[in-house]
């Protein structure tokens, strides 16, 4: 049997439209068959959006507007706004307009134009931030030393040996380098690492002994107030030994963790063949 929708296509279907595809007999009223005279005329289907209030085209499924669904009544569910709306209102808007697309903001004070505000483009970039003045006091540079001497003080270097004498001690099987002048290493923070570098662990010290393999990676640290130096074992594999000048080579390292208090003059001798004398620099050296 042969059909009527509401919009007065022939369909063969009783439940849908093969035309349009508009709901049969869903209004309540039934569908009329073709060339019937009994039957009740079809419900047309609404004007409006009874969701939102927007016009609705003939025949339509759903709500051009806010997606509501005129067959099974479902109301659409409401979306949080996107990050992309970058300040625009999230009003609804009202289609007033389906085959143009036009649409005027429900939240538009009256009498206001629809294009008189338009709203941003999600796509386009957000308004540049206007950075505020930089402050007259300037910032620290990374790069630079947090904790140098006082004002005034003097200046201060490392001399970097090879001590054969304590390599014939240590008896030590990797072969020791020759022995040339020491290293300078001027030294322009309060606290000084000494030890081998390990770019894996993020160790870089000052005082970098990385050919003797008999130095640990964070050896010991020497520290000062500007006027005096202390140097600290850092529970160092092989231990940190100290000695005046004229005394013979050390038998027993200072105590890891504690800070011992150096002299003019004074050795530290390190790992296999290290000797390190902390003094202060002479004219032209720093």
């Not at 006082?150 to 030590?172: I, K, M, N, R, T």
């Not at 390990?198 to 008999?214: C, E, K, L, T, Y």
């Amino acid at each position: 049997m042969s059909v009527t929708c509401p919009d007065g296509h022939t369909s063969e279907s009783t439940d849908y439209c093969d035309v349009c595809g508009a709901p049969i007999g869903a209004s309540g009223g039934g569908a009329a068959p073709v060339g019937g005279s009994a039957g009740k005329a079809a419900v047309p289907s609404p004007s409006t959006c009874p969701h939102c209030g927007s016009p609705a085209a003939s025949g339509a499924l759903f709500c051009e507007n806010c997606g509501y669904d005129f067959t099974t009544g479902v109301t659409p569910v409401a979306h949080a706004p996107s990050s992309l709306d970058l300040g625009a209102t999230h009003a609804v808007p009202t289609v007033t307009d389906p085959a143009a697309g036009a649409a005027t903001p429900t939240g538009a004070a009256p009498g206001t134009s629809a294009t008189s505000a338009p709203a941003p483009d999600p796509l386009e970039p957000p308004p540049a931030v206007v950075a505020p003045p930089a402050s007259s006091t300037p910032s620290a540079d990374p790069a630079s030393p947090l904790t140098p001497p006082p004002p005034g003080s003097d200046a201060w270097v490392a001399e970097l040996w090879v001590d054969p004498d304590w390599y014939a001690a240590q008896q030590a099987e990797d072969p020791m380098p020759s022995v040339g002048l020491p290293v300078l290493i001027p030294l322009r923070e309060r606290s000084i690492l000494v030890g081998r570098p390990s770019a894996s662990r993020n160790i870089r010290p000052q005082v970098d002994a990385g050919a003797d393999s008999g130095v640990s990676r964070r050896h010991c640290q020497l520290n000062t107030d500007g006027h005096r130096w202390w140097v600290e074992d850092l529970q160092s594999s092989n231990g940190t030994f100290v000695a005046r000048v004229g005394e013979p080579l050390p038998d027993d390292p200072i105590r890891p963790g504690q800070r011992h208090e150096l002299q003019d003059g004074d050795r530290l001798y390190l790992g296999s063949w290290t000797r390190l004398v902390v003094r202060k620099a002479l004219p032209g050296e720093v």
